[in-house]
Structure formats: C-alpha cells, structure tokens
C-alpha cells in the first residue's frame, strides 16, 4: 500500500511540473489561476469547474 501512494504522490507531482511548465501558472490547483488561463487562451468555463460540478454527458 505504502508503494501505490509514493507512486501516486510522484505523479500528482510530475503533472502538476508539467502543468506549471505549459501554462506559465505558479498554482495550476488554484481553480481561479486556472479559470483565467482557460479563458485567456480561448476556452470558457461558463458551466463551473468544481469538484461539486455535474457532468453535462453523464
């Protein structure tokens, strides 16, 4: 068990690098950070983006 979480926290890791490194952004967790990056390059988040969000094809 003790193997799945250290894999699992150096991946979390190794993406959220990869996301600093695309993005330019100091925090990718931050939904406010990430909401203007999205829509500053093209993209709108008009339905929310949240863990309590629903899925619209679910």
Known sequence: MDQAIESDSLYEERLV?????????ENPNSLAQLKSWLADNGLETSYGMSKKSKCLSC
């Open 17 to 25: 690098r990869e996301v600093k490194e695309i993005t330019g952004l």
